[in-house]
């Protein structure tokens, strides 16, 4: 991921790419207590929590729109 962390909402980055397809993510929303980021190419998501100032990443797949 570039050596960069993933951010939460409220520290936006100038980018964050898809490691699979390397075209920018883009944040959708959030749910329950993860921030939900998208690659709309391949449908890649990345769940973000902050567990106490340590940022928590699940990955999941879901169909490109």
Do not use: H, R
Request: proline fraction near 6%.
């Amino acid at each position: 991921m570039n050596g960069k962390k993933i951010p939460l909402v409220d520290d936006p980055p100038d980018e964050l790419l898809c490691t699979v397809c390397l075209l920018p993510m883009q944040y959708q929303s959030k749910l329950q207590d993860s921030f939900v980021w998208q690659c709309f190419k391949c449908g890649k998501k990345f769940f973000v929590t902050n567990d106490n100032g340590t940022y928590k990443i699940k990955e999941s797949w879901s169909s490109a729109k």
